[in-house]
C-alpha cells in the first residue's frame, strides 16, 4: 500500500497560501505533485515557492494529466460544486473548502456523483482535526452517557484581518485571478455559508443529527447577530449563536452537558495553530480533566486524516454526507429567519 497520497491543489488564492500549503508542507502522508491556478503568474511564483514544476491554467487538462490521487479545492464557494464534480468524475478523490456548495441542489449532486465514480469527497471542516476536541468527543461517545444539551458561539472578531497579518506570511495575488461575478448580497445567508458551517459541524460532531432549527436574528446597520434553538435527533437541545464583527478578541466554544458529565471548549483563532482549551468533568470519578494538545496544526491534521482515510480504505470525515446534513442545517437556519418559523432540517 502506498505510504503518501498524491494531491494537486485547485487554486493558489488566500486561504490556500495562509493555511492549506503550508499544511501540504508540513503533512507525512501527502506529496503535493501538481498545482492549477487560472492566474499564470501566480501559479508560477506558487510553484516555484512550493518546488512543484507540473503547472496548469486549465483544471479540465489538470484532471486528466497530473500525476495525482486527490484534489485539494480551496476557492470561492460559488465554484465548490462544478470543480468537485469535474475532480470526481475524473477518478480524484476531493478534499473541498467549507461550505460544501452554496445550494442544497449542488451538494446533492455531489453526493451522487460520490457515488456514482466511487471518490470520497471531505469538506474542510477542519475543527474536527483539533487535538482537544477530539479528546472532548471521545468523552463525549464513551464516558459522557446521554446527552442533554449540545451549545456553541462563534464570534469572529472586527480584528481578524489584523490577526491573519500577524500570524501568517506575505500572500501573493494577481490581476488574473478568477473571482465569481456576483456577491452573496443577503448578509445572514452569506454569514451561516462561510461562517455557520464551522459551528455547526462541530456541533453535529458532538450531538448528532440536528433535526431542526428556530432562528432569529438582530441587525444594527451591518451588524447582525443570528440565534438558534436546536433539536438533535437523539431528543437533545442546544443553542447556536454566530456572529462575525465582535469588537473584541475571537469567541469560539461549546458546551455539552449530559447525564454522566459536562464539557467546556474554548477554541482558538484558527492560524494560531493550537488546540481548543478543553475542560472535561467526569460524573462519576468527581473530577476534572484537561488533554494536551501539543501537535495541533488543524489544517496539517486535517490533510493527514483524508489522507489515511484514503490510503486506507476508510470514510473521510466529514464526509459528502456530512456536507449535505451540514448545509440543511445551515439553509434551515437561513430559511427560519426569513420565514419566522421552526424548520425541519432532515
Known sequence: ???????????????????????????????????????????????????????????????????????????????HATLSIDAMRAGKHVLVEKPMAVTLAECREMVQTSKETGTQLQVACMKRYDPGLQFARRFVQEEMGERLSVSGWYCDSVYHGQYVTSLTGPRASSNLQRRPTERIQDLHLNMVLGHGVHLIDTLRFFGGDIVAVTTEMAQKDHDIVSVSLLEFADGARGTAQLMVRV??????????????????????????????????????????????????????????????????????????????ADQRVILGMHESQKLAKRVVTT
Request: aromatic content about 8%; charged content about 30%.
Open 1 to 79: 500500500m502506498a505510504e503518501e497520497l498524491k494531491i494537486g491543489i485547485l487554486g493558489v488564492g488566500g486561504i490556500a497560501q495562509i493555511a492549506h500549503l503550508p499544511a501540504l508542507r508540513k503533512a507525512e502522508n501527502v506529496r503535493l505533485t501538481a498545482i492549477c491556478d487560472a492566474a499564470e503568474d501566480l501559479l508560477r511564483r506558487i510553484g516555484q515557492q512550493y518546488d512543484v514544476d507540473d503547472l496548469y491554467t486549465d483544471h479540465r487538462k489538470f484532471l486528466d494529466k497530473a500525476d495525482m490521487d486527490a484534489v485539494l479545492i480551496p476557492v470561492a464557494h460559488a465554484y
Open 247 to 324: 469588537r473584541m478578541d475571537w469567541c469560539e466554544g461549546l458546551m455539552v452537558h449530559g447525564v454522566g458529565g459536562s464539557v467546556l471548549a474554548k477554541i482558538p483563532f484558527p492560524y494560531r495553530y493550537v488546540g481548543s482549551e478543553v475542560t472535561v468533568f467526569d460524573a462519576e470519578r468527581k473530577e476534572y480533566r484537561s488533554p494536551p494538545t501539543p501537535d495541533a496544526d488543524p489544517y496539517e491534521r486535517q490533510l493527514e486524516g483524508f489522507a489515511a482515510a484514503i490510503l486506507e480504505g476508510r470514510d473521510v470525515s466529514p464526509n459528502v454526507e456530512d456536507g449535505l
